[in-house]
C-alpha cells in the first residue's frame, strides 16, 4: 500500500478506492488545491502549538526565579491571560 503513496501516476487493482482518492489529490487541480488547504492549515496550527510550548515554557522557567506565574508573564512582557491561552491550547492538543 505505501507504493501507492509514493507513485506519481497511481492504478493499483489491489487498492482502487485509494488509487482515485490519491490520483485525485495528486493531479486534479482542485484535489491538490484542496490538499495545499490541507497542509496550510496543518502548519498553521503546528506554529501556533510551538508557539504556545515556547510561551509556557518560558513563563514556567521565569516563574521558577520569581516564585510567581504573574511576575514572569510581566517580566516575559505577556499577560496572565495570554498565558492561560497558551496553557490551555497546549492541553486542548495533548487530549485530542
Known sequence: MIYCFLQK?????????????????KNDGK?????????KDYAKEYAEEEKAE?????????????????EACEMAKKSRKQ?????ALLEKTLTV
Open 9 to 25: 501516476e497511481i492504478d493499483n487493482d489491489k487498492f482502487p478506492e485509494l488509487s482515485d482518492r490519491l490520483s485525485y489529490f
Open 31 to 39: 484535489g491538490v488545491d484542496s490538499m495545499c488547504d490541507i497542509i
Open 54 to 70: 515556547m510561551l509556557v515554557e518560558i513563563i514556567e522557567n521565569i516563574a521558577k526565579s520569581t516564585g510567581s506565574i504573574d
Open 83 to 87: 498565558y492561560e491561552a497558551a496553557k
